[in-house]
């Protein structure tokens, strides 16, 4: 089946410092990946929509410059939370669709805690 | 707009049969997907329908009006591992995921 993995897993940092997740789909090609956020007990929010090759689209709410999103292959994005401060602590998680299907496929998500 | 519903929280007890409703109201339809997300982790596909009708996979199954805008999620012989969200998530005309909020499940003994 289809995987997507995450990087890293488990991330504590100091206020003010920039935080780099890393998406990547390990056995197919994904010309589309999606970054969303989860707070406890919410659902998921979609903070952008990643293409390979051309830049993000984000929605409306999250800011570009503060979560930079770099798609530069078919099996890799890269999510930059900069200048992270506590409320950006969350639950980050990517997926991944693939070029034949409509389903996306799920990393098992970045925990972020901004101290 | 768009918009998806399904209920909060459900409880049922273990061994029973627990039935999770969604409506749905998008641009556009392309599928219903339903994950199962435990705590701390990430969703994990369950079903896809695009079609009318009842997908069955093993204990759980899966059921789309689209005429209705109605889905749901059919588990039985519920097991205590079965407690976890159920995200009910539709795809739209631009083949982009709208979610619900997800359903709280809990299984009591």
């Known amino acids: 089946g289809a995987v997507v993995s995450q990087h890293p897993s488990w991330v504590i940092c100091k206020s003010g410092t920039s935080v780099k997740i890393e998406c990547r789909s390990l056995d197919f090609q994904a010309t589309t990946m999606f970054w969303y956020r989860q707070f406890p007990k919410q659902s998921l929010m979609l903070m952008a929509t990643?293409?390979?090759?051309?830049?993000?689209?984000?929605e409306q709410g999250v800011e570009k410059d503060k979560f930079l999103i770099n798609h530069a292959s078919l099996t890799l994005s890269t999510l930059t939370v900069t200048s992270a401060h506590p409320e950006d602590s969350s639950f980050y998680i990517c997926?991944?669709?693939?070029?034949?299907?409509?389903?996306?496929?799920f990393g098992p998500g970045t925990r972020l805690t901004v101290l | 707009g768009q918009n998806i519903d399904q209920p909060t929280e459900m409880t049922a007890t273990e061994g029973a049969i627990v039935q999770i409703n969604c409506t749905y109201q998008t641009s556009g339809f392309n599928g219903l997907f339903w994950y199962q997300q435990h705590a701390g982790e990430a969703p994990t596909f369950l079903s896809y329908?695009?079609l009318d009708g009842l997908e069955e996979k093993g204990r759980f199954s899966s059921f789309l009006s689209r005429s209705k805008g109605y889905s749901y999620l059919l588990l039985k012989e519920l097991q205590m591992k079965d407690s976890a969200s159920y995200l009910c998530a539709a795809l739209d005309s631009n083949y982009q995921l709208i979610w619900g909020a997800g359903t709280k499940l809990i299984i009591k003994p």
């Open positions: 329908n695009v």
């Open positions: 990643s293409n390979e090759g051309s830049k993000a689209t984000y």
């Open positions: 997926s991944a669709r693939d070029l034949a299907g409509n389903e996306q496929f």
